[in-house]
């Protein structure tokens, strides 16, 4: 049997899931046991990395570097593409993985394999066409008659941290980036979802990449030491705003690129097409249950079509089922765990009794979330002001448009921002006037495809994902001055 599957001898089938450092499968001496959050039973066993198997796998990213730097784009895109078509073989198995670990609904956990199918192509993509630029020295006396070059080469090794939401995907957006670009690099995984980034891994050591490349660290151990570790030369980190807080202290002079959370803010203008703007944001609240750094959580809609609109939203909510995540039929899975799902319970209701009405759903099975839909809620309501995660949304009324650009310009996280209008002129007013990492117009702040620049401002984060940037990001830029 092959150790990348090695099953444990019980009534289920479990996964004993290994390190791979320096292109070796390791085991760890003590492990933890992954639970599925809507049955309870065991889906695998994952390595709590050590402090001496992350300074092996720093160590083999460090001796690799020059080797993966040293590697043409052409054979960077290769083992990209390989990959690509291994995961096309196996997408229907490793969708089923990520179901069952993480809860997520099997329709969502699908679109989401389809996603790294597109992340990896993307980057291969994107390895033939890393490029500096000339410089104009002409434009001076001084300058007059040189030629200067401004060239990207690799940063080095690249440390990839990655969260359980979006676990596959996540990972895809720092591995095959980094890779591309010339780098090595060690990921750790989160701790809920290692089993289905371990089908990621396997893809990359199936498809022939050279040892050392990619190293792979699990556990709640070993991102605190990998962070600041000072052979890593950037850090690459999506998850919480408090985390991503933590890493950007502890990096120092490194580079760093922080995807972080969201409050989801949707402005539905009095223009607006309502057939059309209320079934997006009522399945973009609840998809992934709500589990997304820019998830629909605060909707604005006009007072001159608020009731409306608040009526077609909540009949949206309630068709949505909920139940096995396996069941293709299913739309909204369990949050990653009962604790998770005991916190927005809990916020839910504290929202309803200070005053909040609750037009659907609000309540909570094991680790399941009904869809929820709240008005009259206030901004001082943790599922206002803070970052739900969960399948809860809350609609407010406005009427001073230019309000509502200062009142989401003014908030803390600034990660996505959507608008619905018919009006050229308010769209254009809100593209320039909402400090956000994106203003989404006709749409929800949940949209996102994988070749954009992904990513926010203010404490939502520094820097920007997507293959091309992140290879930008994951690239250093050095002057060259020709003196001729």
């Keep these: 049997m092959s150790v990348r599957a090695m099953e444990v001898a019980t009534t289920t089938r479990i996964v004993r899931v290994p390190m791979l450092i320096g292109g070796e499968w390791r085991y760890g001496a003590t492990e933890y046991e992954v639970r599925d959050p809507y049955r309870g039973e065991a889906v695998s066993l994952v390595p709590e990395s050590t402090a001496e198997d992350l300074d092996a796998a720093i160590a083999a990213a460090v001796a690799a570097k020059d080797a993966a730097a040293a590697t043409p784009g052409y054979e960077r895109a290769a083992l990209l593409d390989r990959v690509g078509r291994l995961l096309a073989e196996r997408a229907d198995t490793i969708a089923e993985i990520m179901t069952r670990e993480t809860g997520k609904a099997l329709k969502d956990s699908r679109a989401e394999i389809a996603r790294s199918r597109d992340t990896i192509r993307l980057s291969a993509e994107e390895a033939v066409r890393i490029q500096g630029e000339h410089v104009p020295l002409d434009a001076t006396a001084m300058g007059a008659g040189k030629l200067a070059m401004l060239l990207r080469f690799p940063v080095g090794v690249v440390a990839g941290i990655t969260p359980f939401n979006a676990p596959f995907n996540l990972a895809a957006h720092k591995v095959a980036p980094a890779l591309a670009a010339g780098n090595t690099i060690v990921l750790k995984p989160p701790p809920q979802a290692a089993l289905v980034v371990h089908k990621l891994v396997e893809l990359f050591v199936d498809a022939g990449v050279p040892a050392g490349f990619l190293n792979v660290v699990y556990g709640n151990t070993v991102g605190p030491l990998l962070v600041r570790d ?37 402005i539905v203008h009095a223009d607006a097409d309502i057939e059309e703007a209320a079934p997006v944001c009522a399945r973009n609240a609840m998809r992934l249950a709500g589990q997304s750094c820019a998830s629909v959580q605060n909707i604005y809609a006009h007072e001159s079509l608020y009731d409306r609109f608040v009526e077609r939203v909540a009949e949206e909510v309630r068709k949505l089922r909920i139940g096995d995540p396996l069941d293709p039929d299913t739309d909204v899975g369990t949050l990653i765990d009962e604790a998770a799902a005991r916190r927005v319970e809990s916020w839910v209701k504290e929202a309803v009794e200070r ?27 943790q599922v206002v002001c803070n970052e739900v995660f969960g399948p809860v949304a809350s609609i407010q009324r406005y009427s001073d448009l230019d309000a509502m650009f200062r009142l989401v310009s003014d908030a803390p996280l600034g990660l996505q921002c959507g608008i619905y209008t018919k009006s050229l ?27 954009l620049p992904y990513g926010g401002v203010k404490n939502s984060g520094i820097g920007r994902e997507g293959p091309h940037y992140a290879i930008r990001e994951m690239t250093e830029e050095r002057l060259v001055v020709f003196n001729l």
Excluded: C, Y
Excluded at 234 to 241: A, H, I, M, P
Excluded at 373 to 380: G, I, K, Q, S, W
Excluded at 430 to 439: D, E, L
């Design 355 to 381: 005053g909040a009405k609750l037009l659907a759903g609000g309540g909570r099975h094991g680790a399941q979330i009904e869809p929820t839909l709240l008005v009259d809620v206030d901004p001082t309501m």
């Design 425 to 451: 002129e308010v769209a254009i007013r809100a593209a320039r006037r909402i400090r956000s990492g994106a203003v989404i117009i006709n749409g929800t702040s949940t949209w996102r495809t994988d070749q």
């Design 230 to 266: 000072p052979r890593v030369d950037f850090v690459t980190f999506t998850g919480s705003t408090r985390v991503g807080a933590e890493i950007k202290a502890a990096s120092g002079l490194r580079r760093v690129a922080l995807e972080l959370g969201g409050t989801g803010q949707t």
